[in-house]
């Protein structure tokens, strides 16, 4: 569903039945809490049976109760402060072990992440990347760091990667002026969502350059710029998001560009180890 689900459900409100409403003005009131609720424990909540709870969401045109609550989900987090996220994660973990819950929780991300992504887009993207002119690569907060490890490991392949600096709008803009076609910028965003990011893709697609977007979601502001969109499930640990599964993508782009451009990259790396070696970077006390 596209829009805001909570505008959605405040709009719908004079033409639900009395239980939908319960639940309409519970999920508006606390949907921090909500989202995180099975229908037996939202319906009970509020007094209502869980089928009324399916029939909720149902009504508001999504399949079923699991549509509902992802979609939910993927809503706030845009929404949520960094204390009501870090208040969401301590009660869904509880009292349990952190590490084993936080471990699993980072397996079922990259799962879901490998049944849904989209496979042909993620092939046109090493295309698109591997023929380039120029690749700019940004990220914004907590995707800057994956934004660095992406450029450090394409600078091992290509001699045009610019990775942008995001300190302030104006020097971003700086950097991608010249951005145009043939140009590649490879986006990196997750909630919350920065305005910086998404001026920049639209300007980099304004200026006729290809977006290649690593985000979460279909609804994610980034996604409607992209000529190729790779989703990957990301999920808030603690008042930080867990980044597991854009990190495997990353890890995968990399191999299949320095795969695809195989003869240049042993050449480059034949010579980066001769500089290595003969400047000391690395101990060899070990070997």
Known sequence: MNGDLLKTIQDGMPS???????????????????????????????GVSESTVVRFAIELGFAGYPEFQDSLQKMIRSRLTSFQRMEVTNSLIG????????????????RHTMEEIDH??????????????????????????????????????????RFVQTTSGSEMFEQIMNI??????????????????I??????????ADVVALTDSKLSPIAAYA????????DMASFVDS?????????????????KKQDEVSER??????????????DKKGN
């Open 16 to 46: 639900f039945s009395k239980g939908q409403r319960l639940i309409g003005s519970y999920i508006l009131e606390h949907y921090e809490k909500a989202a995180y609720l099975t229908a037996a424990k939202l319906g009970g909540a509020v």
């Open 227 to 234: 000529n190729q969109l790779l989703i990957a499930h990301s």
């Open 269 to 282: 790396l034949r010579v980066l180890e001769e500089v290595w070696d003969r400047y000391d970077v690395y």
């Open 95 to 110: 009292e349990g072990d952190v590490l084993d819950k936080v471990l699993l929780s980072d397996m079922e991300k990259i």
């Open 199 to 208: 001026n920049a893709v639209e300007y980099a697609r304004s200026k006729g």
């Open 243 to 259: 980044l597991v599964a854009p990190l495997s993508i990353i890890n995968a782009m990399v191999v299949a560009v320095a795969r």
């Open 120 to 161: 042909k887009s993620f092939e046109e993207a090493v295309n698109l990347i591997s023929d380039a002119k120029n690749i700019y690569i940004i990220g914004v907060r907590s995707s800057s760091s994956l934004a660095g490890f992406l450029n450090y490991n394409f600078r091992m392949i290509f001699d045009h990667v």
């Open 180 to 197: 145009g076609a043939g140009d590649v910028m490879i986006a990196i965003s997750f909630p919350r969502y920065s305005t910086r990011i």
